[in-house]
């Protein structure tokens, strides 16, 4: 008899077809609602077509979004969490939330998510590129990459491997932390005079 566990395992050979249409169905809503080529929905539709089949066949590509979709959806839960606080402790029945007008009226809100997405997608780019041996062998320059006794993440090694170990590296990314804290910070400060 087969399990849950079996049935979600069996959805990883299908895990290409889902980024596929991810891919292309937000493409597609925000070419939409921004209108950045005109108003042609089929112009619309054929450039989310076009890049969503650049993920379908790009390995990486599609690991990245692999690793991006869930912490996406964390992000957009927290902010559902925040909206259902403020309207439950905050809010009256009669005030309706408008995010919109939320975002033009706290424009430090906007920059706080852009800085999370900002974060989330370079850490799941540095994860996919960060194995050394296996970028460099598609590209056909493997060489001396990495020696057997260094481990993934390790700081100081050839290639795109040690570049992308040492931006992944614990301390590093707290350092980007604080450095972003402390320009909202000031940003924040400078704005009050």
């Known amino acids: 008899m087969a399990d849950f566990l079996q049935a979600v395992g069996a959805l ?23 209108k950045l080529l005109g108003g042609s929905k089929a112009l619309h539709a054929l450039i989310a077509f076009v890049i969503a089949l650049i993920f379908l066949f790009s390995q990486n590509a599609g690991e990245v979004i692999k690793i991006i979709t869930p912490w996406f959806v964390l992000l957009f839960a927290l902010i559902l969490f925040l909206l259902v606080g403020i309207k439950m402790f905050g809010a009256t029945k009669d005030a309706e939330i408008d995010l919109f007008a939320m975002f033009d009226k706290h424009s430090n809100i906007s920059y706080w998510i852009l800085a999370v997405t900002l974060v989330i997608v370079l ?3 540095a994860t996919v590129y960060s194995q050394p041996g296996e970028v460099l062998a598609e590209r056909g320059d493997a060489g001396p990459v990495a020696d057997a006794g260094s481990a993934r993440g390790d700081t100081g090694g050839v290639g795109l491997g040690g570049f992308f170990g040492t931006i992944t590296h614990p301390k590093v990314l707290g350092l980007i932390v604080i450095l972003l804290i ?10 009050q005079n």
């Open 12 to 34: 990883e050979d299908f895990s290409p077809i889902f980024i596929f249409v991810l891919v292309l169905a937000v493409l597609y809503g925000l070419l939409q609602y921004t």
């Open 123 to 125: 850490g799941a780019i």
């Open 182 to 191: 402390g320009s909202f910070t000031i940003r924040y400060m400078a704005q």
